[in-house]
């Protein structure tokens, strides 16, 4: 097997699973690396990133919104407009929306409460970076928790999201109010993901569903990619 990819994952002030995706991602075959909110630049030869869960800067005003101005936010920007995979997690997730690295925004959760539960969710697309283990309509269970989980985007952009495949994953129940029961999204390069579900949290047998294990493989791929290149 090739080296280990190097992945960045990002703490900002209030995160709490960036430690659980550094075990999931090493578990996995990867090398995570930890990385700053306050640095200007992401850790040397990192092959791919991740922008964990929690409550970056205790969620004041929105979800992201004040994330999305830390100093790393920049180098991650040039990190995806470079073609390398970036993974945003339940507050990752949010962070990159309001970034305007993906379409759409979190909204709070429609029964305006926080939610916590194994889902299932389906695979709506194949098109991405991160879909080398996915079959499309393939079922995935994997843990959800946030309170601000309700993807919406105008049906405008439902539609150019959809024709362009980047609908990655849908909750084959509603889960939380999220238009069209939307889970997960990409850009429309394919290099940027977004997800509300947990994948780190579903990767051990032992602990539970193991629906998350493809998410972070596909990522782990997508970072080996420039590396078996070159």
């Not at 309001?98 to 697309?125: H, I, K, M, Y």
């Not at 109010?177 to 051990?204: K, Q, W």
């Amino acid at each position: 097997m090739s080296e280990a990819p190097r992945i960045a994952v990002v703490t900002f002030p209030g995160s709490n699973d960036d430690g659980d995706a550094m075990l999931a991602l090493e578990l996995l075959g990867a090398a995570p690396v930890r990385s700053w909110h306050g640095d200007f630049e992401l850790p040397e030869g990192a092959a791919g990133v991740v922008l964990p869960g929690g409550f970056s800067y205790g969620d004041y005003l929105r979800c992201g919104a004040i994330a999305r101005f830390a100093p790393v936010m920049e180098a991650v920007g040039a990190f995806a407009a470079s073609g390398r995979p970036v993974l945003g997690i339940c507050n990752g997730f949010q962070i990159l929306c309001e970034a305007g690295l993906l379409p759409g925004v979190l909204r709070p959760n429609r029964q305006q409460q926080f939610v916590c539960a194994d889902v299932t969710v389906t695979v709506e697309s194949t098109s991405s970076a991160f879909a080398g283990e996915w079959v499309l309509g393939q079922e995935l269970v994997i843990p959800v928790k946030h309170g601000e989980g309700s993807w919406y985007g105008d049906p405008q952009l439902v539609e150019e999201i959809e024709a362009r495949g980047q609908i990655a994953f849908r909750y084959a129940e509603d889960v939380n109010g999220a238009v069209g029961r939307i889970a997960g999204v990409t850009n429309a390069s394919g290099n940027v993901l977004g997800l509300m579900p947990h994948p780190e949290h579903a990767v051990d047998p032992l602990l539970g569903p193991t629906g998350g294990v493809p998410v972070l493989r596909g990522l782990i791929e997508a970072a080996l990619v420039p590396l078996l290149a070159g």
